[in-house]
T-cell receptor
């Protein structure tokens, strides 16, 4: 199993450009998440999904959109990139096991620079 | 507001000694706590967790302690090894939170010197 994969690994954008980050998981997990990691700020949740066709806002959703058309894929879109969105983006997934907490499994990250 | 805080951005210890990483939280609804380890250019990986019904959980060289009254948890690594050098994130979750969402601390960079 590949686990959680992210595409691309690196990207440089100009202010105002758009792009989509792709996350794929082959573990049949119900839940998927997008985080951003910035120096001194840990991991902050952007959006998450509890199942195919459903999405919800996290802690820092502004400037981002997401879609979960297939259970195994979770897409993160930037419609008009800004320098403040320069960050490392991590996707994660976890199973749903009725009531108990489950660990999240992370992808390798996408390093995005917006000039 | 920062609900999970790791007040030490960095920690340096000698190989073979104990490493103690600390984490404080403010949300009394948190009932599950996790530690993740992150190497450069990789995603975080799960290390160890503890439920609020326990005060200690041990897994090999790693032990997590939870003090609910102080809203404090710590990760002990004994003995520390150079391969333990990484960023460690503390995370917390509340049972009723939709999607099992986690709240992360800022991270502590651990350096284990040979």
């Amino acid at each position: 199993n590949a686990g959680v994969t992210q595409t691309p690994k690196f990207r440089v954008l100009k202010t105002g450009q758009s792009m989509t980050l792709l996350c794929a998981q082959d573990m049949n997990h119900e839940y998927m998440y997008w985080y951003r990691q910035d120096p001194g700020m840990g991991l902050r949740l952007i959006h998450y999904s509890v199942g195919e066709g459903t999405t919800a806002k996290g802690e820092v959703p502004d400037g981002y959109n997401v879609s979960r058309l297939k259970k195994q894929n979770f897409l993160l879109g930037l419609e008009s990139a800004a320098p403040s969105q320069t960050s490392v983006y991590f996707c994660a997934s976890s199973p749903r096991r009725g009531g108990s907490y489950n660990e999240q499994f992370f992808g390798p990250g996408t390093r995005l620079t917006v000039l | 507001d920062q609900q999970v805080k790791q007040n030490s951005p960095s920690l340096s210890v000698q190989e073979g000694r104990i490493s103690i990483l600390n984490c404080d939280y403010t949300n009394s609804m948190f009932d599950y706590f996790l530690w993740y380890k992150k190497y450069p250019a990789e995603g975080p990986t799960f290390l160890i967790s503890i439920s609020s019904i326990k005060d200690k959980n041990e897994d090999g060289r790693f032990t997590v302690f939870l003090n609910k009254s102080a809203k404090h948890l710590s990760l002990h690594i004994v003995p520390s090894q150079p391969g333990d050098s990484a960023v460690y994130f503390c995370a917390a979750s509340a049972r009723e939170t939709s999607g099992s969402r986690l709240t992360f601390g800022e991270g502590t960079q651990l350096t284990v010197n040979p």
